[in-house]
């Protein structure tokens, strides 16, 4: 495995791609399909996106709870 290779490898691995979207990524590499694992990329990343912001409007929640809950306690003291 080349180092061009072995650097892709780690990226995909770093990016939390699993083992199927790496093998995909690396045999279209391979095949020098670069506008299709261009394609592959951008839809794992959108994916992450959205992981993304389902945890922001989890902590958005947190937020406006603990928010409530300082007031509350702020009036009863």
């Known amino acids: 495995m080349n180092q061009k290779v072995q650097d892709i490898l780690l990226n995909l691995q770093a ?3 699993n083992d199927e979207l ?3 990524c690396l ?3 391979e095949m020098q ?3 299709k694992l261009i394609k592959l990329l951008q839809c794992h990343r959108c994916g992450l ?9 989890k902590i ?7 928010y409530c809950l300082k007031k509350e306690y ?4």
């Open 15 to 17: 990016a939390d791609c």
């Open 22 to 24: 790496i093998q995909e």
């Open 27 to 29: 045999l279209r590499y």
């Open 33 to 35: 399909d670069l506008k």
């Open 49 to 57: 996106i959205e992981k993304l912001h389902q945890q922001q409007r």
């Open 60 to 66: 958005e929640c947190l937020d406006y709870l603990i």
């Open 74 to 77: 702020e009036e009863n003291e």
